[in-house]
T-cell receptor, first 112, second 114 residues
Framework: EAQVTQNPRYLITVTGKKLTVTCSQN?????MSWYRQDPGLGLRQIYY???????DKGDVPEGYKVSRKEKRNFPLILESPSPNQTSLYFC???????????FGPGTRLTVL | AQSVTQPDIHITVSEGASLELRCNYS??????LFWYVQSPGQGLQLLLK??????LVQGIKGFEAEFKRSQSSFNLRKPSVHWSDAAEYFC????????????FGAGTQVVVTP
């Protein structure tokens, strides 16, 4: 089944404790992206990647890191999480400009 | 600056009535336009998209949208809503001069009453 998977789905952590949210897709998509969703703000793009070893900042990259060492994986790293990073995070993948993005199920992160 | 606006935060509609959700964007480059739906506790699913050609596009679940370049709008419509259409709807735009950057509106929450 074609899908985007994220792990973990739920995470409660404390300020400053490094964490990684994994994202994997099995559709051989070149493009992958991370978003955060906050009430009243919609989805805001954190980072995106056009292909392996190519990443770019979205609208809200501060406090996040990403890497794209393999085509299928695009982990999101929070080196020192803070409470303002409490949010619902979505990973997505797609083929190219103007094409549909396929979204993962989301990861709800709470930073205490 | 690029912006995507959904003026209606919340809409309540009766089952069987028509629905229209508004989306406006601001920027000069060619837009690629999308509508996504998010059911409670779920990820996002594409309803429809517009790149070029016929300005009235059909999507899944009986939805359609019309692109009006002169008004910088891409409004979503459904002639007769079903209770299962209760969800949050997001308009999104990718601009041709910034490939990969997808910008979303704040969303419109749709409540369907019996």
């Amino acid at each position: 089944e074609a899908q985007v998977t994220q792990n973990p789905r739920y995470l409660i952590t404390v300020t400053g404790k490094k964490l990684t949210v994994t994202c994997s897709q099995n559709m051989n998509h070149e493009y992958m992206s991370w978003y955060r969703q906050d009430p009243g703000l919609g989805l805001r793009q954190i980072y995106y990647s056009m292909n392996v070893e190519v990443t770019d900042k979205g609208d809200v990259p501060e406090g996040y890191k990403v890497s794209r060492k393999e085509k299928r994986n695009f982990p999101l790293i929070l080196e020192s999480p803070s409470p303002n990073q409490t949010s619902l995070y979505f990973c997505a993948s797609g083929r190219s400009l103007g094409n549909e993005q396929f979204f993962g199920p989301g990861t709800r992160l709470t930073v205490l | 600056a690029q912006s995507v606006t959904q003026p209606d935060i919340h809409i309540t509609v009766s089952e069987g009535a028509s629905l229209e959700l508004r989306c406006n964007y601001s920027y000069g480059a060619t837009p690629y336009l999308f509508w996504y739906v998010q059911s409670p506790g779920q990820g996002l699913q594409l309803l429809l998209k517009y790149f070029s050609g016929d300005t009235l596009v059909q999507g899944i679940k009986g939805f359609e949208a019309e692109f009006k370049r002169s008004q910088s709008s891409f409004n979503l419509r459904k002639p007769s809503v079903h209770w299962s259409d209760a969800a949050e709807y997001f308009c999104a735009v990718e601009w041709a001069d910034s490939w990969g950057k997808l910008q979303f509106g704040a969303g419109t929450q749709v409540v369907v009453t019996p």
